[in-house]
């Protein structure tokens, strides 16, 4: 776990910075590359900030060793508090969506590594949208951002207040809701249809759903396993469901 906090101002890694000066360069106060590393990735962080017109700051390596705790890999930023996201802007995203909506929904989920992992896969496999409740659930940290490579800066993050009432409101609105479990009543990732307008629920590391927001699902899939081992990490099984629909969806 981790001590870092929501208003975490910190990205660092070659991918998260760059993802950050192409989309976001407005909210770079101080962007830092490390004086003695300049390879072809550090090269491009340079190319990019000069087209963006973002004064750049050379560091030794100890002085970014004292600054970052993490793998900065000599280039680091630091930036103001990133756009939150919420019931409202859910509603805006999808008013204005032009595809077949694909949302993610982590219930529960507090290790900083697995979200990062987790909006690295939903960035990857073109979900619109990760929706997590304000509760008991990890925020976006300089962690998660440099574990997502990038897609915390590219994917709309949405908080909610009360999980069960959005995925409601989400039927209402005609998209159906499929939770990933091991339960009697859950059918075969495999043999689910996961076409259509789609919102797919992954419970947290130990627990997995709340029961709220299980009962809220309309139907319950399992991932078979041959081994002995019993379950997955939350973002591998995230990874597992979120291409299954990827490969429906790509089926004419």
């Known amino acids: 776990m981790t001590n870092e ?3 975490d101002s910190l990205v660092y890694g070659f991918h998260a910075v760059q993802t950050l000066l192409q989309r976001n360069p407005e909210r770079i106060e101080q962007l830092w590359v490390q004086n003695d590393k300049f390879n072809s990735r550090v090269r491009q ?6 087209q963006k017109k973002v004064a750049v700051h050379q560091l030794e390596r100890e002085e970014l060793d004292t600054l970052i705790a993490g793998n900065h890999q000599g280039v680091a930023a630091r930036c103001s508090a990133r756009k939150g996201y919420d019931e409202v802007d859910l509603e805006n995203l999808l008013d204005n969506l032009e595809v077949v909506p694909l949302l993610l929904v982590l219930d529960g989920v507090t290790d900083p590594h697995n979200l990062g992992a987790c909006l690295r896969t939903a960035d990857a496999a073109g979900v619109n949208a990760v929706i997590v409740p304000k509760d008991n659930s990890a925020p976006i940290t300089s962690t998660v951002s440099k574990v997502s490579s990038g897609a915390a800066e590219t994917l709309p993050f949405i908080r909610v207040t009360n999980l069960a009432r959005t995925l409601k409101w989400l039927q209402g609105r005609g998209l159906w809701i499929t939770g990933a479990a091991v339960d009697e009543s859950a059918k075969l990732l495999h043999c689910a249809d996961l076409t259509g307008p789609r919102v797919l629920v992954m419970g947290s590391e130990g627990k997995g759903m709340r029961r709220l927001t299980r009962e809220t699902c309309d139907e319950l899939v399992y991932i078979p396993m041959a081994g002995e081992v019993s379950s997955l990490n939350v973002s591998v099984a995230t ?9 429906q969806r790509m089926i004419p």
């Open 239 to 247: 990874g597992v469901c979120l291409f299954e629909a990827v490969r």
């Open 45 to 50: 962080i340079l190319k990019i900030a000069n």
């Open 5 to 7: 906090t929501e208003n």
